[in-house]
């Protein structure tokens, strides 16, 4: 099989010919339909995530059919289209995973870093980490992102509790489908984009945001809560001094530059940070069910596997409006 592989932090995706693969017990082999191209791919091409796998396929927002199914699977069979997130497997024996946080294991697997992804024409996943995609998530090309950009998200919107407000600062891929979410939920969203990217403040109006400003400027009313995609440490005393008294500041991303000091009075008044880490299967489960009820729409711009040292640069670029996803030249 075709797959783009790193094999080392800083280098350029290679295509390489892999040996078809059988799943172990427990996995399924998945052909891969379509594959989405998140930050966190970027965080791991360029090193800043420590003790990835070496060489290693990324990719974590796949989308596919199954084709064989390892020995004790239940509940899905050939021809079953499935989603494969980021969250690849857990101990399911640690304290974490013992008390319902499977997102903080201490030994969990994940995709496209420690285990190969999904820019790839196959897929090994555990099955267990798996969740079906009914007809109502849309094609391959949209459902894609729900996969990452949408589980993180919901996690995030959830972790900043139930906002009348809410900023979202670095409009792309997972702030779009939660302002989505948001506006369906009844809540009032604030865009905060680079400064001077008209294009990124427009697509953030037509996703439902009533006000977007840079990220550079104040709102014109106190939030209730803030969510950072955008990995700007800097950004993290820059939302403190948007969200009201009582406010909380979900930072998103799994790598975020250095946060720089701040004074105590802009956290003081139960002000709150807070970080989000990974996802857990309920939230899979929960978001995925309510995806279709909204309905989440993604924009999605479609590229060949082949291409995906292209796909990385624009979206290093920031010149994408929604997702990026990855395509096998032989998917439908």
């Not at 965080?43 to 064989?68: C, F, N, T, Y």
């Not at 006000?211 to 993290?236: H, K, M, N, R, T």
């Not at 998103?252 to 701040?262: K, R």
């Amino acid at each position: 099989m075709l797959a783009m592989q790193l094999r080392a932090p800083g280098e350029a995706l290679r295509p390489v010919t892999l040996p078809d693969r059988a799943p172990s017990p427990g996995e399924l082999l998945v052909r891969v339909r379509a594959c989405g191209v998140c930050r966190t791919d970027l965080h791991v091409v360029d090193g800043e995530l420590p003790h990835a796998k070496s060489p290693i396929v990324p990719g974590h927002e796949i989308v596919g059919v199954v084709e064989r199914v390892g020995e004790g699977v239940e509940g899905f069979g050939p021809g079953a289209r499935v989603g494969i997130p980021w969250l690849g497997s857990t101990c399911g024996r640690c304290r974490y995973c013992l008390r319902g946080d499977e997102n903080l294991c201490v030994a969990p697997q994940f995709t496209g870093y420690t285990r190969d992804g999904g820019y790839a024409e196959q897929a090994l996943a555990d099955a267990r980490y798996c969740f079906p995609l009914p007809d109502a998530q849309g094609g391959d090309e949209a459902a894609a992102p729900l996969l990452c950009a949408g589980l993180i998200g919901y996690r995030c919107l959830r972790a900043a509790g139930d906002p009348a407000r809410l900023g979202l600062y670095g409009f792309g891929a997972a702030a779009h489908i939660v302002a989505q979410l948001a506006r369906f939920e009844g809540r009032r969203v604030f865009a905060f984009t680079r400064p001077g990217d008209a294009r990124a403040a427009r697509f953030a109006q037509e996703c439902g945001a009533e006000w977007v400003g840079g990220s550079d400027e104040a709102p014109p009313e106190p939030l209730d809560a803030a969510i950072l995609f955008a990995p700007v440490g800097a950004l993290v005393p820059a939302a403190l001094r948007a969200v009201d008294k009582g406010g909380t500041v979900v930072c998103g991303g799994i790598h975020m530059s250095e946060v720089p000091a701040f004074p105590y009075h802009i956290l003081w008044e139960e002000r709150v940070v807070r970080s989000v880490a990974n996802l857990t299967r309920r939230d899979a489960r929960e978001f995925l069910a309510l995806a279709p009820r909204v309905p989440i729409r993604t924009r999605t711009r479609r590229l060949p596997l082949s291409q995906a040292n292209e796909a990385l640069a624009i979206l290093r670029a920031g010149e994408v409006d929604g997702a990026l996803v990855l395509a096998p030249e032989s998917a439908p």
